[in-house]
């Protein structure tokens, strides 16, 4: 229907949006919305809810809270969302606080993001600053338990973690315009706030190179560690030792003595020989990165120098295998899975560095040599498996445990299996079954 | 011949023009319609010894095609006519090449093979006997190189992937420098490259699910497409037909992903299975002159050959 050229559709829609602006863009609370008696308010409220009487005399109150103002996140009478809170308790915060997250952060905490702001904070009052659930560090530590036991058990702290404002001294608890990881600034700014990198006692500890402008990250634990100045517990031995020439050119430059994973070799000739004699090279061992596409060259707390996890350092390049292993993870029927999968230790089944064998796998085959590693394949089924049962579909490949499991997870699929239900999975070969 | 159009024609007139407009503009897309039809698949020799982890395979011509039998180190050259396998394969062997990953034949039927464990290239000839490593000649300083994969083009021009120095190195059919494209600043890992009718030198990103480009002349890579991660899980080989569309093997996604000239997606074929059609790991794939498409489809130890129904 139209009236003078205006479609009235249009015109219903265009209401509709400015109506549903108005409901979700309204001040939090306006004016007497509820008309409620003069000097009502809070108190109202405070006769059921007694227990905030307690809170009120906390060192901390939420403002609204402190002016009797419970509608303004609340509303008196009936509410779709818990607690009787006017929006979704996700987006409530955010309708006052909108800074804690700007458009523009280069890092931001999950629980920020997920508007879980009663992660840390009490909404209504407590004694500790900013109406936090606890006090100083300790509250970061309930969820980071890795940072709280690497700073209560190293034997050489960071001040900054454990003095003043502990986490909050380096890390913004929102979020941040500046760095990744919530850091107030980048590395080297960061640290240089405190450490003068123009003192002849850093210069001397450094031997004379030139790391002022360096990740410092990339030997020493801002947390702290067992290893003096802080370096990283697994720490490369030319590094512990201070032969820092071993690798590098004279303290003039940063430089390397040599380039790729020649350098490497120099010291591992033999596990680079035998990795070499290999018919697989891992193709990043032999790229311009070489050895430290996966490896720290100086400190990190992973064994072997390993820039991260085994399942997030592989993951950096096969983030799709890795995808399916979480996912199976995840799946809850899926509770026969493979450990080193659960584990998310690719390297149990595959050679990291290169191998004679299709997808880097360790040993030739992989029914009797690798997976009966730790399955006893010949008792595993009724199911004939091994190198002298020929697949029906095919000549050329033998019934292997890789013929109906997928060995670095199937997402959903329980077991590992291949397909998502056995029927599905054993009708491949076994066509007479469907009929 | 004039004639009058009452109301109810002009109707019609409009409604067929408007089909024909609906049509013309879905004509591009028409393309999404094409599809793999299976021709049939090679398993062995001809004295029955089964294909091991096959993972290259090259044309020639119209009937001709080269395997690199990866497991069992060798290279056997077939024939097929009319959808079959004509006896009289030939087996390759040399012992400068242990574990064969990709192979291409230039216009004089000359083999060149991708060694993995060697990651140097071997020349043979035609009738496959050794003729020495492809040792590029003139190369500008780093002259070290590090092979992850080559293409040749119509001409006969050699382009070596160089994963050490991030470049793709460009040989004339002597071997000959002639020039390098350099890797764009930003990128996963280079698994491919191919050369498309028109000179243009093509990169898979098998990590980031790109394919990048550079146009004959260029001198360095921009990006073709953005992330294709919405239809590929990990593409590590790619090829391109006479018309310019690029063919990837999607190696963890078992399946192959045509994409237009422009980069454009334009259809996702085949799929994971042992049964024929299906694929389990593919890697290189050839197209000879009649369009029948080859791939290597390594973890079923065979090579299975489709043609593509428009």
Known sequence: MKIKGINLGCVTLFSLCIMSFLIHAAPVHSANEFKLKLGAKGQTCLKCHETFNETLKSRFVHPLLKKGECIGCHLPHTSSHKGLLKTDKAKLCYNCHKEVLPENALSSHDVVVEGNCGACHDSHGSNNRSILLKSGSQLCFDCHKDVGETVSNVRFTHKSVVQDKGCLNCHNPHASAESNNLLQKKVPSLCKSCHKTDQIVFKRKHMDYPVTDSNCNSCHNPHGSNKRGMVFDVAHAAVVEGKCTECHQKPTSLETKKKTNQLCRDCHQDMVDQTFSKNRVHWPLVDKVGCVNCHAPHATKEQKLLKGSVVKVCGRCHADTVQLQEWSIKNPENERLCEPVKRGNCIVCHSPHGADNILLIREQSVTTDLCGRCHEWETHSTHPIGAKIIDNRNKNLTVECLTCHQACGTGNNPAMLTFSTTHELCIQCHVERIK | ?310
Request: proline fraction near 4%.
């Open chain 2, 1 to 310: 011949m004039t004639k009058v159009i009452n109301g109810s024609g002009k109707i019609i007139l409009i409604m067929a023009g408007l089909l024909v407009a609906v049509l013309s503009f879905q004509l591009p897309l028409s393309e999404g319609a094409m599809k793999f039809r299976y021709i049939t698949s090679v398993y062995t020799d001809d004295k029955g010894l089964g294909l091991k982890q096959p993972e290259g395979v090259a044309c020639i011509g119209e009937s001709l095609f080269i395997v690199a039998d990866s497991g069992n180190g060798r290279l056997l050259r077939y024939s097929i006519k009319g959808g079959e396998i004509e006896l009289g394969t030939i087996e390759i062997k040399v012992d400068q090449l242990s574990y064969p990953i990709k192979t291409e034949i230039n216009s004089k039927g000359d083999i060149y093979v991708l060694g993995r464990k060697e990651r140097s290239i071997v020349r043979l000839s035609p009738a496959g006997e050794f003729r020495g490593h492809l040792q590029p000649l003139g190369l500008p300083s780093p002259a070290a190189y590090v092979v992850r994969s080559f293409a040749i083009d119509r001409n006969d021009n050699i382009y070596i992937l160089d994963i050490l120095f991030e470049r793709v190195l460009i040989l004339d059919p002597a071997g000959r420098y002639v020039a390098q494209i350099k890797f764009p600043d930003e990128y996963g890992f280079f698994s491919d490259v191919a050369v498309d009718f028109r000179g243009a030198v093509l990169l898979i990103d098998g990590v980031d699910g790109m394919v990048f480009s550079a146009g004959k002349n260029s001198a360095r890579f921009s990006p073709l497409t953005s992330s294709l991660k919405e239809y590929v899980r990990f593409p590590t080989s790619l090829t391109t037909d006479d018309r310019g569309r690029i063919y990837l093997a999607d190696r963890n996604g078992a399946s192959i992903i045509i994409l237009g000239q422009d980069g454009s997606f334009l259809s996702r074929q085949s799929g994971m299975g042992w049964k024929e059609g299906s694929l389990n790991y593919p890697a290189q794939m050839c197209i000879n002159k009649k369009g029948e498409i080859f791939v290597a489809d390594t973890m079923n130890s065979r090579i299975e050959i489709f043609e593509l129904v428009e």
